[in-house]
């Protein structure tokens, strides 16, 4: 996925409000989706979805905050930032508890508001990125064989090439002829980054 | 103080003084004069208390000049003069005492400043007396077997005089006093009610038959209804024309000296309770006040919250749409975009001045800016507050408004606030869920009945009213201001907020209709 991609996805009662931050973010370059509540986030709500929330915190039915809970709970992870034009500490509190990117009280400071916005996108390429490592990295363990799994776990545990022939009852050739076509399939250069390799993958 | 103005003090006192020695010396007893009740000695100690404690050789001047002027000093100038000092120091003494004593207002306005000054004026003037009494009775031993008695005597007169004529200075002295007692006297009430008085003194004196003391109860009728109506300005003017007719009829009657006493002693009895009981009702009055003060502060902090809510919505948009105008005139070929935002600007800054303008007429005017809510509008305002009240919570909201009822005449932003607490008082009462219905019907000529039940436990009849005062809260959060603050709105409209009784909640808000329907 490409950062371009990523979108803001804004959620407040107040029409002026959506609307003007919509011009705002898109003519800052920033794909913008609006929403009148939470009810019309989360039914709208993809998984593929990735950006950045913008809630008011409160909204008719469920608050920003709780729109938060209910995505985390649906296994999103879309960072939100919560804009509220009262600013009382309770609220703030409670959506720092609910690992809110910001906490922001209207009219905020624009350059702030492009802070929240860009270190919510960060931490969603960081994800994305994780993500997409992690995806590549199961296709690649899929390309090999039984054999070659096999032989790739023991040497994840720190078996030498005669100890790994032992134990498969094979000769340790051909337990080498195993370890270089893994390297190949897998596209690591040597030993270390093989078993770097394999405990990632054991421990994902 | 210079010395003009101290002379120009004792010119005012002096001559004051000795009226009041004079208007009073009726029925003497003894050798020495004890008369039943003196008043002098209450002008004496407020002189002092209020001017300081320099006046006292003036004080004791007076007093040696009225013995001599009015009864030719019959004890002897030398024991006149020891006489004069110490009486003067009893009251020099309690005069002394009450500017000391930490928060001792001399405008008596707490009945903690009654009770200390009524209790030092009984100790000084006991204490001056058995110094006084010992003094004569040591240098005239006919006199002597009647030590105790004639002690007592003295004491009484003294004591009741300074209770009874003392607090009516000090009210008079005091400006705020005065005022109010210029505000009472402005009122028919209160000469009717000193007209009763008069009459009943008089029945007391020359219409009953038998001693005056038998019927003398009757004078607490009218005095407590002065107290409980006119608080302790009332009181005072009361008590003093009370011991004036009292005098009146002692000179009238042409009464002994025992029965005097007797009569002043139940003087001294009306004065305490009647200068309590006005006291009383002033403190009740000024925390009525104060809290009405706070309720309407707190109502304008809820009120400044909700406003400052609604200006923050425009202004966001406001410097959003600025930021974006700004965006556009720095790209090329984007200018022609910009008068649209700038048009949507306008029409921000237009909403959120109309919300600046609600908010100071709500301080100008304590209230309001009223206006007609058509029953649809109500509907709408019910509905939206529902929404945002009750949230994802399973609580059904049942209306029934008649489309045919009259338009409400009221302020919207507070009408708002009202139905936000009643909802989300109902919807707190439902816990887990349930239904809320709110219904409305004609009251009176010009008033609708709006009714909010939820199916909730209800409320007992004891926590009927307390759910109204502020601070009383069934929530762990929250002051408990909601209902409070509602109750205080409805009543700033003319109309009323209660609460039923019963096995579900349930409360009444009465408000006025449009004019025109």
């Known amino acids: 996925m490409q950062p371009g991609e990523l979108t803001v996805f804004i959620v407040d009662d107040d029409a002026s409000v959506r609307d003007s931050l919509a011009l705002m973010l898109g003519l800052a370059g920033y794909r913008t989706t609006l929403f009148a509540d939470a009810e019309a986030l989360l039914l709208a709500w993809r998984p593929a979805w990735s950006g950045c929330v913008i809630a008011d915190l409160r909204l008719p039915g469920r608050s920003g905050v709780e729109l938060q809970a209910e995505l985390r709970k649906r296994g999103s992870s879309l960072p939100v930032v919560i804009i509220t034009a009262h600013g009382d500490v309770p609220t703030a509190r409670a959506a720092f508890r609910a690992e809110a990117v910001d906490f922001l009280e209207k009219p905020f400071d624009h350059a702030q508001l492009r802070e929240a916005i860009e270190k919510a996108f960060a931490r969603e390429q960081r994800r994305i990125g994780l993500a997409q490592e992690r995806a590549a990295d199961a296709a690649r363990l899929a390309a090999l064989t039984p054999r070659e799994r096999e032989v790739l776990e023991h040497a994840a545990r720190g078996l030498h090439a005669k100890e790994i022939a032992a134990v498969l009852g094979i000769s340790p050739r051909t337990v080498e002829v195993h370890k270089t076509r893994i390297m190949e399939k897998l596209g690591v250069r040597n030993v270390a980054e093989l078993v770097r390799f394999a405990i990632a993958a054991g421990g994902g | 103080m210079s010395a003009l103005r101290y002379f120009r003090d004792a010119a005012v006192f002096a001559p004051c003084y000795l009226m009041l020695d004079w208007a009073s010396y009726i029925v003497p007893l003894g050798p020495f004069n004890i008369t039943p009740w003196n008043p002098q000695p209450a002008l004496a100690i407020v002189w002092m208390l209020l001017g300081g404690l320099q006046h006292f050789p003036v004080v004791a001047a007076t007093l040696f000049a009225a013995d001599l002027l009015l009864r030719g000093a019959p004890a002897g100038y030398a024991l006149t003069v020891l006489t004069a000092v110490i009486l003067s120091a009893a009251y020099a003494a309690i005069a002394w005492s009450l500017r000391l004593s930490p928060r001792f207002d001399a405008g008596l306005r707490t009945t903690r400043d009654l009770t200390l000054f009524f209790a030092l004026a009984l100790a000084g003037t006991a204490l001056g007396g058995a110094v006084f009494v010992g003094v004569l009775a040591s240098a005239e031993p006919a006199f002597a077997g009647g030590y105790l008695e004639a002690w007592l005597r003295f004491w009484t007169g003294d004591a009741v005089g300074v209770m009874v004529t003392a607090p009516l200075l000090l009210v008079v002295a005091d400006r705020e006093r005065r005022h109010e007692l210029g505000v009472l006297f402005r009122r028919a009430e209160a000469w009717v009610q000193m007209a009763v008085l008069a009459a009943l003194l008089w029945l007391i004196f020359t219409g009953l038959p038998g001693d005056p003391a038998l019927h003398f ?301």
């Open chain 2, 217 to 517: 109860y009757l004078l607490f009728i009218p005095l407590i209804w002065i107290a409980l109506r006119g608080g302790m300005a009332g009181a005072v003017v009361a008590a003093g024309a009370v011991q004036i007719g009292v005098v009146i009829g002692m000179h009238h009657l042409g009464v002994d000296w025992l029965p005097a006493v007797e009569l002043q002693a139940l003087v001294a009895a009306l004065t305490l309770t009647g200068l309590f009981l006005g006291t009383i009702t002033d403190e009740r009055r000024r925390a009525a006040q104060d809290l009405r003060q706070s309720l309407r502060l707190a109502a304008a902090g809820e009120m400044a919250g909700a406003i400052a809510h609604e200006v923050n919505q425009p202004l966001t948009a406001l410097s959003n749409y600025g930021q974006s105008a700004l965006a556009l005139l720095a790209r090329p070929g984007e200018a022609h975009r910009v008068p649209a935002v700038v048009g949507k600007m306008l029409g921000e800054a237009e909403r959120a001045a109309d919300v600046v303008r609600r908010l100071r007429d709500f301080f100008r005017a304590g209230t309001t800016r009223l206006e007609d809510l058509p029953t649809y509008e109500l509907e709408a305002m019910l509905r939206q507050v529902a929404r945002q009240v009750i949230g994802p919570r399973p609580v059904e909201l049942a209306l029934s408004l008649d489309g045919g009822l009259p338009a409400l005449y009221v302020d919207r932003l507070q009408i708002e606030l009202v139905l936000r607490n009643l909802l989300a008082n109902a919807t707190e009462a439902l816990g887990g869920g349930g239904r809320i219905r709110v219904s409305a019907a004609r009251h009176g000529e010009d008033r609708l009945r709006l009714v909010v039940e939820d199916d909730g436990p209800g409320i007992s009849a004891e926590a009927r009213e307390r759910v109204f005062e502020p601070f009383v809260s069934g929530k762990p959060t929250g002051m408990g201001l909601g209902l409070a603050i509602s109750r205080a709105i409805a009543e700033a409209h003319g109309g009323s907020l209660e609460a039923r009784s019963g096995v579900h909640g349930e409360f009444h808000l009465v408000l006025p209709c449009s004019r025109a329907s």
